[in-house]
């Protein structure tokens, strides 16, 4: 079983930037991929990015390409994201994920999310 538990979320002015973290606890936790998938009100779940378990490979959805970054400390079991330039578009609660699978959105351990407000 792994435990992920996210930080760094708030209120945000557009053009901000926030950070969010995300500790991994429990039986593997640093052995995953670890992603972070985004859900606003009414919407469905919207992949935002995914590291491999050593952090060599990154891939990020097309609505936050160039302005968000991902980063993993092994040393930490922490996995980050960088949110630069937000939107308020990019407004959504944003959960942590371990152990992705072949769909992007798709993982075996979920956070409990962190809210992201941007505010016009």
């Known amino acids: 079983q792994v435990q992920l538990e996210e930080s760094g979320g708030g209120l945000v002015q557009a053009g901000g930037s926030l950070r969010l973290s995300c500790a991994a606890s429990g039986r593997q936790g640093s052995g995953f991929s670890m992603g972070w998938i985004r859900q606003a009100p009414g919407k469905e779940r919207e992949f935002v990015s995914r590291?491999?378990?050593?952090?060599?490979?990154?891939v990020y959805g097309d609505s936050v390409k160039g302005r968000f970054t991902i980063s993993r400390d092994l040393t930490k079991n922490t996995v980050y994201l960088q949110m630069n330039y937000l939107k308020p578009e990019d407004t959504a609660v944003y959960y942590c994920?371990?152990?992705?699978?072949?769909?992007?959105?798709?993982?075996?351990?979920w956070g409990q999310g962190t809210q992201v407000t941007v505010a016009q």
């Open positions: 590291i491999s378990w050593d952090g060599g490979y990154t």
């Open positions: 994920a371990a152990d992705g699978k072949s769909s992007l959105v798709d993982y075996s351990y």
